[in-house]
Nanobody, 124 residues
Framework: QVQLVESGGGLVQAGASLRLSCTAS????????VGWFRQAPGKEREFVAS????????NYADSVKGRFAISRDNAKNTVYLQMNSLTPEDTAVYSC?????????????????WGRGTQVTVSP
């Protein structure tokens, strides 16, 4: 069982940056596709970004394209989400997920492991 722990969330003003981290408990994580998802109050969970096991094929939701960047360091069992030019619309709980496949996905049911999430709040 792979455990995922997110960190790096917080309260920032619009225009600021944050870097989220997703750290796994098991080295098998390095062979898995990983995605970041977010859920705002009263809204459904939505895809944010994903990355394949080797750091290839980064994929982004249209709403974050050009502002967010996903990357990974398999030696550290960690995937990052660099978030720039944050807006209040980015306020949500951000969760990472890992999939027992080298490929990533935009669809939450295809992921096998989930972290508990980290809160990101962006004030106007």
């Amino acid at each position: 069982q792979v455990q995922l722990v997110e960190s790096g969330g917080g309260l920032v003003q619009a225009g600021a940056s944050l870097r989220l981290s997703c750290t796994a408990s098991d080295r098998t994580f390095s062979s898995y596709g990983v995605g970041w998802f977010r859920q705002a109050p009263g809204k459904e969970r939505e895809f944010v970004a994903s990355i394949w096991w080797n750091g290839g094929y980064p994929n982004y939701a249209d709403s974050v394209k050009g502002r967010f960047a996903i990357s990974r360091d398999n030696a550290k069992n960690t995937v990052y989400l660099q978030m720039n030019s944050l807006t209040p619309e980015d306020t949500a709980v951000y969760s990472c997920a890992a999939r027992r496949s080298p490929a990533a996905s935009t669809w939450p049911p295809e992921y096998d492991y989930w972290g508990r999430g980290t809160q990101v709040t962006v004030s106007p």
